[in-house]
C-alpha cells in the first residue's frame, strides 16, 4: 500500500517520539513491502516562531493532501503562564481539529501486562481494564462563542442535535463490534447541553438493540473509572469531559505515555497520543514514544493493516516484556533507555517480525 503521511511533531517532547514513529513506520513499510512517504509540517510553538500562526495554511494543505497526519505535541510554558498571549500553540492543534473536521477522537484504555504495578490504584482492580473513550472532538466550550474581559468570562457550552447524533453513531458502532456495552456520560441533571444528549441518545438506542446503554453523571464516571474500570466497555462524552476523563483514564493504564487516540471525521484523519508536550523532559531522551509508537498502530489499522499493526503492537509489548522502556516505566522510575534506543529496538523488531 502506498500512504502519504503527514508528519507534525510539534512540540517539546514531540520531535522525540514523532522519530521514533516514523522510524516504526519505516520499519512496517520494509518489512511488509509497502510504500509510505513522509512530509513534514510545523504545528504549535514551533509554528508560531517560523510563521506567527500554530496551524498556518501551508501546514492545513499539507494535510489535506495527505492520507494521514501523523501528530506528536504541542504547548509550550512561555504561553501557559502568559494569559494574555494572543496566540497559542493549542490553538493550533484546534485550528486542524475543526478545519479537518475531526468530530470523533477515539481514545482506546487498556493495562499492558507487566505493568499493572506502574498504576498508583491496586493491581486486582485495573487488572484486564479495556475501554474506549469516544469523545467528541469539534464542539462544546472548546469552540462556543466566548468572552473574555478583566471582569468577566464565559465559554458556552452549545451541542447541535447533528453533532451529537455523528458522535454517538461512532460509539454505537463501536460498541456493537466491542462486548456491547455503552455508557454515555454527561451531566443532564443541571447542564442543558447534556439533556440534549440524553435525549438523541435514548432515541437512537432503539436503533441498536444489541448494545446495552447506560447513562452516568459526569462525577460519577470519574469515581467509577478507578473504583471499577472494568465496568466500563464505550464511553462517549463531550469533548471537555472527555478531555478530563482520558486523563484520568491514564492513570489505569499506568503513564500517560502509553494511550495513542484516532482522530477521524470529515477529512484526513490524524493520530496523535493523548498525553502533551512535557516541556520539561524536552531534549532529555527520557520521554516514552509508545504512545505515539501505539498511534502508528492506530493508523495501520485504519487503513486495513491489521498485520502490520499487530506487529507493531507485538513490538510494544515485547518490549515491555524484555524489560526495553523508558524510566517512567522502569523499576523505581529508572531505566537505562532512552527514548531513541527504545526506539531502535521496536524498529528493529519490526524488521525481524515473523522471522
Ligand atoms: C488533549 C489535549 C488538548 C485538549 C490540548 C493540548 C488543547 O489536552 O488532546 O487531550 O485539551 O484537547
Ligand atoms: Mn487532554
Known amino acids: 500500500m502506498k500512504l502519504k503521511i503527514a508528519v507534525l511533531p510539534g512540540d517539546g517532547i514531540g520531535p522525540e517520539i514523532s522519530r521514533v514513529g516514523v522510524d ?17 509540517g510545523f504545528a504549535g510553538a514551533s509554528a508560531i516562531k517560523a510563521t506567527g500562526n500554530p496551524f498556518p495554511q501551508e501546514t492545513f494543505d499539507l494535510c489535506k493532501d495527505s492520507d494521514a497526519v501523523l501528530f506528536s505535541a504541542v504547548g509550550d510554558p512561555a504561553y501557559d503562564n502568559n494569559p494574555d498571549a494572543k496566540v497559542r500553540p493549542e490553538q493550533g492543534l484546534l485550528a486542524m481539529r475543526k478545519q479537518l473536521g475531526l468530530f470523533a477522537n477515539i481514545r482506546p484504555i487498556q493495562t499492558f501486562p ?17 475501554f474506549v473513550c469516544v469523545r467528541e472532538l469539534t464542539g462544546g466550550m472548546y469552540f462556543g462563542d466566548k468572552f473574555e474581559s478583566d471582569d468577566k468570562a464565559f465559554d458556552t457550552n452549545m451541542y447541535t442535535r447533528h453533532e451529537i447524533e455523528r458522535i454517538l453513531k461512532v460509539a454505537f458502532e ?29 432515541e437512537m438506542e432503539k436503533e441498536w438493540p444489541e448494545v446495552e446503554i447506560d447513562y452516568m453523571f459526569v462525577d460519577n464516571a470519574a469515581m467509577k473509572m478507578i473504583q471499577e474500570p472494568r465496568f466500563f466497555d464505550v464511553i462517549v462524552t463531550e469533548n471537555t469531559f472527555g478531555d478530563i476523563l482520558t486523563d484520568e483514564a491514564s492513570v489505569v493504564s499506568g503513564s500517560m505515555g502509553l494511550l495513542p487516540s484516532s482522530s477521524i471525521g470529515e477529512s484526513t484523519p490524524v493520530f496523535e497520543p493523548i498525553h502533551g508536550s512535557w516541556p520539561q523532559a524536552a531534549g532529555l531522551d527520557i520521554a516514552n514514544p509508545l504512545a505515539q509508537v501505539l498511534s502508528v498502530a492506530m493508523l495501520l489499522e485504519h487503513f ?37 534506543a527504545v526506539g531502535r529496538w521496536l524498529s528493529a523488531w519490526v524488521l525481524k517480525y515473523g522471522a
Open 114 to 130: 507487566g505493568l499493572e504495578d506502574k498504576s498508583p490504584l491496586k493491581e486486582d482492580i485495573v487488572k484486564g481494564a479495556d
Open 174 to 202: 463501536l460498541a456493537s463490534r466491542r462486548r456491547k456495552h455503552l455508557t454515555v456520560v454527561d451531566k443532564a441533571n443541571v447542564l442543558a447541553s447534556s439533556r440534549l444528549w440524553r435525549k438523541v441518545a435514548q
Open 304 to 340: 486495513g493493516l491489521s498485520d502490520e499493526g499487530k506487529a507493531v503492537r507485538d513490538a510494544v509489548d515485547a518490549s515491555i516484556r524484555h524489560g526495553v522502556v523508558t524510566p517512567d516505566l522502569g523499576k523505581d522510575g529508572k531505566s537505562e533507555y532512552g527514548t531513541e
Open 24 to 40: 516504526v513506520m519505516k520499519a512496517v513499510a520494509e518489512r511488509f513491502g509497502h510504500e509510505f512517504m513522509f512530509d513534514y
